[in-house]
């Protein structure tokens, strides 16, 4: 049974725009979230994260917003640089397991 | 970065071969963990350790042991290796239990059971 969900599995934006990732979660006990960046032949990289206790947090071109009733988190690139190009990974810790989603491949477009 | 070194980065190997995969960490990180990465899955955990010789399994874990016998080495082994093993490997370690903090990973050890 998956915990975290990814629904998308691929996004093409156009550079300049704004891109928009999504990640449902089942579980009412995780109150942490984490959203991680991977590039090809890399490791994933932590991106940004969110305490259940707010609602947004934003760091530069990153921000995600956390809908606790609807049990569903977004990450929010804007501009979108072709750079951004990669897989993002949402994740949710628990027990000191730490559970991923299936990853969005975001393409932006020069 | 994090010093995480993963060894062997590549590897090819015969069904029902044994395989250990390597983890070294110089951050003196009490959490560390395995994953592999499979297309349409994203990111599942096989073992991780909560200090040394402290083990447990994580999702799926069937097909995989792993041991701890020093803070900065986690070995991941399969000891007879099935071509459903085949994946890329990640490990990852943490220093402040994940429920708080982040993971940090390596650069991943690819795979091939023929």
């Known amino acids: 049974d998956q915990q975290v969900k990814q629904n998308s599995p691929s996004l093409s934006v156009q550079e300049g725009r704004i891109s928009i990732l999504n990640c449902d979660y089942t579980n009412s006990m995780f109150d942490y979230f984490l959203w991680y960046k991977k590039y090809p032949a890399e490791g994933p990289t932590f991106l940004i994260s969110i305490s259940s206790i707010k609602d947004k947090n934003e760091d530069g071109r990153f921000t995600v917003f956390l809908n606790k009733s609807a049990k569903h988190l977004s990450l929010h690139i804007v501009p979108s640089q072709p750079g951004d190009s990669a897989v993002y990974f949402c994740a949710a810790p628990n027990f000191n397991k730490f559970y991923f989603g299936s990853g969005t491949k975001l393409n932006v477009k020069p | 970065d994090a010093g995480i070194t993963q060894s062997p980065r590549h590897k090819v190997t015969e069904t029902g071969t044994p395989v250990t995969l390597r983890c070294h960490q110089t951050?003196?990180?009490?959490?560390m963990y395995w994953y592999r990465q499979d297309p349409g899955h994203g990111l599942r955990l096989i073992h991780y350790?909560?200090?040394?010789?402290?083990?447990d399994k994580g999702e799926v874990s069937d097909g995989y042991s792993v041991s701890r016998s020093k803070t900065e080495d986690f070995l991941l082994t399969l000891e007879s290796a099935t071509s459903s093993q085949t994946s890329v490997y990640f490990c990852a370690i943490s220093g402040t239990g994940i429920n708080t903090g982040e993971l940090f990973f390596g650069e991943g050890s690819r795979l091939t059971v023929l």
């Open positions: 951050e003196n990180h009490r959490y």
């Open positions: 350790s909560y200090g040394v010789k402290d083990t």
